[in-house]
């Protein structure tokens, strides 16, 4: 089993940033990918980014690429995404996801272990 703790979420304005943390523990070994993905209001959960844990290879939403960067430390067992320019329909309830294969997936249902999520308001 892997435990995944997000935080870092709040209020921000429109074109400020956020850096949101998510912490593994449990058997990280088993973890390839992680990513976030995120669901606003009445929408469907979708795919941010996510990072290939040992190498650090990264994957982007065509909604986040460029103002987005997901990133890790691995002797923490920690993932970042740093949200910069933040828009209001960044807002969401952000999750931080785990997968144990090494192939990189989008798929919300590839993601074998998930976080509790933060929420993000981005206000104008």
């Known amino acids: 089993q892997v435990k995944l703790v997000e935080s870092g979420g709040g209020l921000v304005q429109v074109g400020g940033s956020l850096r949101l943390s998510c912490t593994a523990s449990?058997?990280?070994?088993?973890?390839?990918?992680m990513g976030w993905f995120r669901q606003a209001p009445g929408k469907e959960r979708e795919f941010v980014a996510n990072?290939?844990?040992?190498?650090?290879?990264?994957y982007y939403a065509d909604s986040v690429k460029g103002r987005f960067t997901i990133s890790r430390e691995n002797a923490k067992n920690t993932v970042y995404l740093q949200m910069n320019s933040l828009k209001p329909e960044d807002t969401a309830t952000y999750y931080c996801?785990?997968?144990?294969?090494?192939?990189?997936?989008?798929?919300?249902?590839?993601?074998?272990?998930w976080g509790q999520g933060t929420q993000v308001t981005v206000s104008s």
């Open positions: 996801a785990a997968r144990g294969q090494w192939a990189p997936s989008r798929r919300e249902s590839d993601y074998d272990y």
């Open positions: 990072i290939r844990w040992n190498i650090g290879l990264t």
């Open positions: 449990g058997r990280t070994s088993s973890m390839y990918f």
